[in-house]
Nanobody
């Protein structure tokens, strides 16, 4: 059974940093691209970052490019999202998702329960 468990969310000030983690189990982690999505209050789920199964390529939506970094440790079956220079508009619930294959990160086969990130002064 596929399980994705996010952690690391919390309260941060504008300009601050947070690091999210996603522990994966129930599938061969390195065989699948992964993504981070977020859902702001009252809005739809939006893709923000993706990474190939072997970590060789990463992709970002424009709003987070240069501030967020997605990475993975396949030996630990863990996905990360380093969030720097946080802004008020980064406040959202963040989800990690399993992609469809090694290089297809945007299709969602499974999703975690999410972790809340609140950016506030």
């Amino acid at each position: 059974q596929v399980q994705l468990v996010e952690s690391g969310g919390g309260l941060a000030q504008p300009g601050g940093s947070l690091r999210l983690s996603c522990a994966a189990s129930g599938f061969t982690f390195g065989d699948y691209a992964m993504s981070w999505y977020r859902q702001r209050p009252g809005q739809d789920l939006r893709w923000i970052a993706g990474i190939y199964g072997d970590g060789s390529a990463t992709y970002y939506v424009g709003a987070v490019k240069g501030r967020f970094t997605v990475s993975r440790d396949n030996a630990k079956n863990t996905l990360y999202l380093q969030m720097d220079s946080l802004r008020l508009e980064d406040t959202a619930v963040y989800y990690c998702t399993q992609g469809k294959s090694r290089m297809v990160y945007s299709d969602i086969l499974a999703r975690g329960q999410g972790t809340q990130v609140t950016v506030s002064s």
